[in-house]
Structures are given as C-alpha cells and as structure tokens.
C-alpha cells in the first residue's frame, strides 16, 4: 500500500524558516498531483498548495500569503514546503496528500492518499 511520509517539521521561533520533505513509501510515482495541507488546533484542514507533478504547475491557499514555496524533486520523487518568516499562525499539523486527476483541488476530500503528518510549531 501507498504511504506518504512527512519529514522536517519542529519547534521554530517567528521569523524561522523550515522545509518539509514528502516522499512515497511502498512505490515510485504517487500521482498526478501533490498537495500540503495544514490543520491549526480547533480548525478544519486546510489548503497550503498543490503541484501537478510533470508539468510544475502550482496553486497556493489563503495560508500561503506569499511566505511558502512548493516544488518537487523528481529525481527524488520528493516534494517540498518552503516556509519563510513563519508566523504563530502557521503552527499546525502539515500533511501531505496525493490525487491521480491533474485538477489542483482544495478540498481535502479530493486526495485519496495522506501521510500521517508532521507537526510545525512557531512559538517565542
């Protein structure tokens, strides 16, 4: 069975940056399409940003606001979350989550495959 795992989460102070790491376990090629979820405490998931695989085409959610980068290694078969000047707001489990159609889908409900997460916590 298909398994995503999530790396590179941790305990930052505001300002910090931090890169999460996403890679299939089990097989190569995960999906057409890539996605990072984030779920705050109390909150529904929500949409960080999505890559169609091949094409590198990107869409990013409201909690990007212009201080996440997404991008996949294919070499690697990696995708990536860069996170700059995190804000506490940003604290929250991040998932990642993979569909097989090539529309860039908000709704968590669209991805069939989730990884188990990995927590981001911004604190002073």
């Known amino acids: 069975q298909v398994q995503l795992v999530e790396s590179g989460g941790g305990s930052v102070q505001p300002g910090d940056s931090l890169r999460l790491s996403c890679a299939p376990s089990g097989r190569t090629g995960i999906g057409n399409v890539m996605a990072w979820f984030r779920q705050s405490p109390g909150l529904e998931r929500e949409f960080v940003a999505g890559?169609?695989?091949?094409?590198?085409?990107?869409l990013y959610g409201n909690p990007a606001k212009g201080r996440v980068t997404i991008s996949r290694d294919s070499s690697k078969n990696t995708l990536y979350l860069q996170m700059n000047n995190l804000k506490p707001e940003g604290t929250g489990v991040y998932y990642c989550?993979?569909?097989?159609?090539?529309?860039?889908?908000?709704?968590?409900?669209?991805?069939?495959?989730w990884g188990q997460g990995t927590q981001v916590t911004v604190s002073s």
């Open positions: 890559i169609r695989w091949e094409s590198g085409r990107f």
């Open positions: 989550a993979a569909k097989d159609t090539l529309l860039i889908a908000a709704r968590p409900r669209e991805y069939a495959v």
